[in-house]
Nanobody, 114 residues
């Protein structure tokens, strides 16, 4: 099993937007569901968004209405569009398969300044 590769993080001011990408070595829907996670300093990793092969999306309450998860199966890539960012969104963001994890990748750092 090969870790997924995340990219697209950076430093942004509060209210700004970022779009993260996650590339898998095979089909992004090979495990039926793809998810985006984040881990803030001294906090547990949490699932913030998921997308099923059937098109169902689920979001954590903290990001609902601001984040959008999408995928392009032809490119083996999942995306996380993050809008109206707040300092509380600062974290390392990861993608993985919620029902059968791959090894975790390095993630991509998102820092939101106030």
């Amino acid at each position: 099993q090969v870790p997924l590769v995340e990219s697209g993080g950076g430093l942004v001011q509060a209210g700004g937007s970022l779009k993260l990408s996650c590339v898998a070595s095979g089909s992004i829907f090979s495990r039926a569901v793809i998810g985006w996670y984040r881990q803030a300093p001294e906090k547990q990793r949490e699932l913030v968004a998921s997308l099923s092969v059937a098109g169902r999306t689920d979001y954590a309450d903290s990001v609902k209405g601001r984040f959008i998860i999408a995928a392009d199966n032809a490119k083996n890539t999942a995306y996380l569009q993050m809008n109206n960012l707040t300092p509380e969104d600062t974290a390392v963001y990861y993608c993985n398969f919620p029902f059968k994890f791959n090894p975790w990748g390095q993630g991509t750092q998102v820092t939101v300044s106030s």
